[in-house]
């Protein structure tokens, strides 16, 4: 298997990880799309590596997703570094969410 994801700036992923329904998902960022700046990007995959659903988190300034895990619920949990929020300079974010 070999695929990419991404558009025409900076992408990045940081992390992958298996889920409980075989498939994978990927933590990262992306300056191709989102609100703006780098926005945390995480991508849902499939267990062939094609791409079910991707998701922007981020504002207008920097947001870098750095690893992702699976909560006990399901859901996700993410954590990286934000420039858009916070009390200014760098701070760490995390977010969990359900698809």
């Known amino acids: 298997m070999d695929k990419t994801f991404g558009g025409s700036y900076s992408d990045m992923a940081n992390s992958i990880i298996q889920t409980t329904d075989g ?3 990927v933590a990262g ?3 191709s799309k ?3 700046g780098d926005d945390f990007w995480v991508i849902k995959l499939d267990e062939n590596g094609n791409k079910i659903w991707d998701r922007t988190f981020g504002g207008d300034n920097w947001d ?3 690893s992702i895990i699976q909560t006990t619920d ?3 949990a993410v954590v990286g570094c ?3 929020k916070g009390e200014g300079g760098w701070d760490c974010w995390v977010i969990k969410f359900k698809e």
Do not use: D, W
Request: proline content about 0%; charged content about 15%; aromatic content about 22%.
């Open 34 to 36: 989102g609100a703006g």
């Open 82 to 84: 934000t420039k858009s």
């Open 23 to 25: 498939k994978y998902m």
């Open 64 to 66: 870098i997703a750095k």
């Open 29 to 31: 960022y992306t300056y």
């Open 74 to 76: 399901g859901g996700y």
